[in-house]
T-cell receptor, first 116, second 111 residues
Framework: DTGVSQNPRHKITKRGQNVTFRCDPISEHNRLYWYRQTLGQGPEFLTYFQNEAQLEKSRLLSDRFSAERPKGSFSTLEIQRTEQGDSAMYLC??????????????FGPGTRLTVL | GENVEQHPSTLSVQEGDSAVIKCTYS??????FPWYKQELGKRPQLIIDIRSNVGEKKDQRIAVTLNKTAKHFSLHITETQPEDSAVYFC??????????FGQGTELSVKP
């Protein structure tokens, strides 16, 4: 499968714990996006990277959230001191810039986080 | 701020009928409008998209129309089939950046 992959698929944690999710984009896609989706809602933008540079971060994103893409390939999203309100599906998407690429964003299967 | 409104939130049609979902966006700089289909427990999948320099695009039973002046765009599905049942999301973006999604439409196609 050469699509976007995410790990783990499910994560259950206790309030106050830290969690980290990983996203592997489609090979050679230079843009990588993180979204959060709660039940019955559309995905909500969190942050995105072009190569290793973080270009935008949602103003709604608490400072407990941090994302990295150190080598411009895979990305990690860390949530510190988790709260019950962090329970959601965390989706990753990737796209390639034009000049032969497409601006279509392809989504991964998501990581479902449950905070007890 | 950036916002996309989507209507209706639920839509039930008989198999073979047409379905129309409408979205309105707030930022006039938006220039890319994709539609995603999401089945229960699965990832959003792109079904069609349109760019601001085009007024209409069609792919088999699916079409999208864009009215830049009114900042409206719509998804049209003809000859609906039970496998079209899913949640559909519209979205808008500026200069190939983040997607701003609508709230979703749960489409039910009854055999």
């Amino acid at each position: 499968d050469t699509g976007v992959s995410q790990n783990p698929r499910h994560k259950i944690t206790k309030r106050g714990q830290n969690v980290t999710f990983r996203c592997d984009p489609i090979s050679e896609h230079n843009r990588l996006y993180w979204y959060r989706q709660t039940l019955g809602q559309g995905p909500e933008f969190l942050t995105y990277f072009q190569n290793e540079a973080q270009l935008e971060k949602s103003r709604l994103l608490s400072d407990r959230f941090s994302a990295e893409r150190p080598k411009g390939s895979f990305s990690t999203l860390e949530i510190q001191r988790t709260e019950q309100g962090d329970s959601a599906m965390y989706l990753c998407a990737s796209s390639s810039l034009p000049e032969g690429g497409s601006d279509t964003q392809y989504f991964g299967p998501g990581t479902r986080l449950t905070v007890l | 701020g950036e916002n996309v409104e989507q209507h209706p939130s639920t839509l039930s049609v008989q198999e073979g009928d047409s379905a129309v979902i409408k979205c309105t966006y707030s930022d006039s700089a938006s220039n890319y409008f994709p539609w995603y289909k999401q089945e229960l427990g699965k990832r959003p999948q792109l079904i069609i998209d349109i760019r601001s320099n085009v007024g209409e695009k069609k792919d088999q039973r699916i079409a999208v129309t864009l009215n830049k002046t009114a900042k409206h765009f719509s998804l049209h599905i003809t000859e609906t089939q039970p496998e079209d049942s899913a949640v559909y999301f519209c979205a808008a973006s500026i200069r190939r950046g983040k997607l701003i999604f609508g709230q979703g439409t749960e489409l039910s196609v009854k055999p």
